[in-house]
T-cell receptor
Framework: DARVTQTPRHKVTEMGQEVTMRCQPILGHNTVFWYRQTMMQGLELLAYFRNRAPLDDSGMPKDRFSAEMPDATLATLKIQPSEPRDSAVYFC??????????????FGQGTRLTVV | SQQGEEDPQALSIQEGENATMNCSYK?????LQWYRQNSGRGLVHLIL?????REKHSGRLRVTLDTSKKSSSLLITASRAADTASYFC????????????FGSGTRLQVQP
């Protein structure tokens, strides 16, 4: 049963601490997205990788956020230092680009981050 | 900013009724997709409609796309209590950046 796996599912941390969220995309998928979901802003695209190369991270606050794909089975999203306004649910999604160029995204269960 | 905006924001219907949700977007697209999110869970892909298609069906789902009006609708027929969820449209723009941009969602409540 192929699925996107995110860890941890929940994280509570103090302001100023580093937070690392991990994502294991579905095997064979060549596209990875990171989204942040809040009540106020909805789903915001933070970063987007194709074949492990970052294609777009314009939605990500560069001073504190970083996203990487060390290999095809792992994507990471780091926040350093974390702030209370970073509290949100962070979703990773993976997809396979079809011949048409279309990508259907498969979402993980999310990491619920609370920064106190 | 959100590319897609769903309407209504919330919808409450009785089991067996049809539910219609609308999505408007701003820029040209390659395709438009609909996703469902149950409370506390990740999003699940429902259906994709390409920019050269006008209507698509999948089970009890019917999606229409009007590129001249930059709008789409999702119809769920014969709704069930299990259809209770939030529904999001997502656009795949053709500006070169092929990432999905999501709307704000419609919360659907189906009363048994």
């Amino acid at each position: 049963d192929a699925r996107v796996t995110q860890t941890p599912r929940h994280k509570v941390t103090e302001m100023g601490q580093e937070v690392t969220m991990r994502c294991q995309p579905i095997l064979g998928h060549n596209t990875v997205f990171w989204y942040r979901q809040t009540m106020m802003q909805g789903l915001e695209l933070l970063a987007y990788f194709r074949n492990r190369a970052p294609l777009d991270d314009s939605g990500m606050p560069k001073d504190r956020f970083s996203a990487e794909m060390p290999d095809a089975t792992l994507a990471t999203l780091k926040i350093q230092p974390s702030e209370p306004r970073d509290s949100a649910v962070y979703f990773c999604a993976s997809g396979l680009v079809l011949g048409t160029g279309d990508t259907e995204a498969f979402f993980g269960q999310g990491t619920r981050l609370t920064v106190v | 900013s959100q590319q897609g905006e769903e309407d209504p924001q919330a919808l409450s219907i009785q089991e067996g009724e049809n539910a219609t949700m609308n999505c408007s977007y701003k820029t040209s697209i390659n395709n438009l997709q609909w996703y469902r999110q149950n409370s506390g869970r990740g999003l699940v892909h429902l259906i994709l409609i390409r920019s050269n298609e006008r209507e698509k069906h999948s089970g009890r789902l019917r999606v229409t796309l009007d590129t001249s009006k930059k709008s789409s609708s999702l119809l769920i027929t014969a709704s069930r209590a299990a259809d209770t969820a939030s529904y999001f449209c997502a656009t795949d723009g053709n500006t070169g950046r092929r990432a999905l941009t999501f709307g704000s969602g419609t919360r659907l409540q189906v009363q048994p």
